[in-house]
C-alpha cells in the first residue's frame, strides 16, 4: 500500500537531533511522487567483499531500470569518498559513519521516490543493521554478493588485495579486517558462478512488484 503522508524523521540510529531545528513537512505528498514515477521506491543495498561485483552489478541494474522506465540512482562506495564522505577513512569508526550517511542519504532519495542502488562493502553486520532501520525495513532489500575471497582475489580489478597482502592497505576487508556476512538478507547472489546479466534479472525481479501501472 502507498503511503499516504511524508515520512518523519526518526533520530534514533543516528542520534538526538538538537532542540534548535524543527522538521518541516513537505507541501508534496509521497504518494503524488510515487504516482508521478510510476514505482514505489527501494534501496537495494549490495554488500560484499572488493572484487565481487558490486560497482558492476549496481551500474547495470541501474541501466536496466531506467530501460524499463523506472527511476534509479547508483550510490557507490568509491563515488561517495570523492565528495560527500571524503573525510572519512577506513577505520571501523569511519566505516560506520559512511554507512549511517550513505543510509540517510538513500532514505531521502527514496523519499524523493526514486529506487537507489547502494554498492558498499559495508563489512559489519551492525552497520547494515543500522542502515535498514534508517531506510526502513519495508523499503531496505539487502543482498549479498557471495562471490568468495578467492574468487575476488584473483579478479583483484583495482590491485588492492596484491596490496594489502604486502602490508601496503591496513584494514582491508577480508586481508586484515573482517567481513561479517549477512545471515538472512533478502537476496543472496553467487556472482562468482553467475553472469552479471542473471545477477541484474534477479535483482530487477525482487524490485517488479514495486512498478506501478502508469
Same mark, same amino acid.
Given at each position: ?24 513537512? !513537505?507541501? &508534496? *505528498?509521497?504518494?503524488?511522487?510515487? /504516482? $508521478? +514515477?510510476?514505482?514505489?521506491? @527501494?534501496?537495494?543495498? #549490495?554488500? %560484499? ?5 558490486? !560497482?558492476? &552489478? *549496481?551500474?547495470?541494474?541501474?541501466? /536496466? $531500470? +531506467?530501460?524499463?522506465?523506472? @527511476?534509479?540512482?547508483? #550510490?557507490? %562506495? ?14 571501523? /569508526? ?121
Amino acid at each position: 500500500m502507498l503511503p499516504t503522508h511524508e515520512s518523519q524523521p526518526d533520530t534514533s540510529a543516528s542520534g538526538t537531533a538538537s532542540a534548535n531545528i524543527a522538521w518541516h513537512g !513537505s507541501q &508534496v *505528498a509521497a504518494v503524488d511522487r510515487f /504516482r $508521478l +514515477l510510476r514505482q514505489e521506491p @527501494a534501496t537495494v543495498w #549490495l554488500t %560484499g567483499l572488493s572484487g565481487a561485483g558490486k !560497482s558492476t &552489478v *549496481a551500474f547495470a541494474v541501474e541501466r /536496466r $531500470l +531506467l530501460s524499463l522506465g523506472q @527511476a534509479a540512482y547508483v #550510490l557507490d %562506495g568509491d563515488n561517495v569518498r570523492h565528495g560527500l564522505n571524503r573525510d572519512l577513512g577506513f577505520s571501523h /569508526r569511519d566505516r560506520t559513519e559512511n554507512i549511517r550517511r550513505i543510509a540517510e542519504l538513500a532514505r531521502l532519495f527514496n523519499d524523493a521516490g526514486l529506487m537507489v542502488v547502494a554498492a558498499f562493502i559495508s563489512p559489519y553486520r551492525q552497520d547494515r543493521a543500522m542502515a535498514r532501520e534508517i531506510v526502513g525495513t519495508a523499503r531496505f532489500i539487502e543482498t549479498h554478493l557471495c562471490a568468495d575471497i578467492g574468487v575476488c582475489e584473483r579478479r583483484d580489478p583495482k590491485g588492492l588485495y596484491k596490496k594489502a597482502r604486502t602490508g601496503a592497505i591496513a584494514d582491508f576487508t577480508g586481508v586484515s579486517a573482517p567481513y561479517e556476512a549477512p545471515e538472512a538478507p533478502e537476496l543472496r547472489i553467487d556472482t562468482g558462478r553467475i553472469t552479471v546479466e542473471d545477477s541484474v534479472a534477479a535483482i530487477v525481479a525482487a524490485l517488479a512488484p514495486r512498478f506501478l501501472a502508469g
